[in-house]
């Protein structure tokens, strides 16, 4: 069994099936919103760039296309020997196996921070934002990616499988800490229904991923995010 980092929050979807997340990476934002987005507001040509939470890698190689280098953070060790190996051709990558609470970086070292889909839910992520603005250095942006769970078919799915969470509760949160945000209206475009029912399964319960197949007739979904950020 891979070892996980002591202090980081359990993610079930590609923990347990890093190969469907993959197809659901593939699946998300075919048309590169997210990165047009944090382009416009600070690019990371030329930049040290931290990819907190980077799973398998996924995102590594184009951040690396044209940053100066590139860090991914990931707290399950086998997930992170995929992205280095992922990586291994690429000599301006490195990936370490840590937490976004305890980040093995040296002070003032990251131009741009980018978290997708990782840690930065709300309440409870305080840890990692003061090692945000420990390791950001001045001038430089930090962005979290995150599912609207208050909007769409999938924010309604996603508050079946956990009752607990609360949208608004998470936007006073951010907005308590002074991030911006814009909402993004991404979608998930799948190849076939296998593809697609698939990732329902690791991303809702199976009442509610079963429910969901039935809702979606073709092979896209909906898919809102917000993208919030921080200027150092």
Same mark, same amino acid.
Do not use: K
């Given at each position: ?33 997210v $990165?047009?987005? *944090? ?9 040290a ?10 995102h590594?190689?184009?951040? +690396? ?5 590139v ?10 020997a ?5 990586? =291994?051709?690429l ?6 196996? +840590?937490? +976004? !609470?305890? %980040? ?10 980018? =978290?997708?889909? =990782?840690? #930065? #839910? ?6 990692? %934002?003061?090692? %945000?603005?420990?390791?950001?250095? &001045? ?6 990616? $995150? ?8 924010? &309604?799915?996603? &508050?079946?499988t ?14 308590? !800490?002074?991030? !911006?945000?814009?909402e993004?209206? %991404? ?10 029912? +698939?990732?329902?399964? *690791?991303? #809702?319960?199976?009442?509610? =991923?079963?429910?969901?197949? !039935? ?14 950020? &921080?200027?150092?």
């Open positions: 069994m891979a070892r996980i980092v002591n202090g980081a929050v359990p993610s079930p979807n590609i923990w347990n099936s890093p190969q469907i997340y993959e197809v659901e990476n593939r699946a998300v934002d075919p048309g590169g919103l $990165d047009a987005a *944090i382009r416009e507001i600070r690019s990371w040509d030329g930049a760039v931290l990819d907190i939470g980077c799973g398998t890698g996924f590594l190689p184009s951040y +690396a296309a044209t940053a100066a280098r860090v991914g953070i990931e707290p399950h060790a086998g997930l992170a995929r992205a280095a190996a992922r990586c =291994a051709s000599p301006n990558v490195a990936v370490r196996t +840590a937490t +976004a !609470q305890e %980040l093995p970086l040296p002070p003032s070292s990251v131009d741009v921070a980018v =978290a997708r889909w =990782a840690y #930065f #839910f709300g309440p409870g992520c305080e840890p990692g %934002l003061r090692e %945000l603005t420990r390791v950001v250095c &001045r001038g430089g942006v930090a962005f979290v990616v $995150d599912l609207d769970g208050s909007r769409g078919d999938f924010g &309604r799915w996603f &508050r079946q956990v009752p607990s969470y609360s949208p608004e509760t998470v936007e006073e949160f951010w907005s308590r !800490q002074g991030w !911006q945000r814009r993004l209206d %991404l979608t998930m475009e799948f190849s076939s229904r296998a593809d697609l029912e +698939a990732v329902l399964a *690791i991303e #809702f319960t199976p009442s509610v =991923a079963a429910r969901a197949a !039935q809702e979606t007739p073709g092979l896209e979904i909906f898919y809102p995010n917000v993208l919030r950020w &921080r200027r150092f």
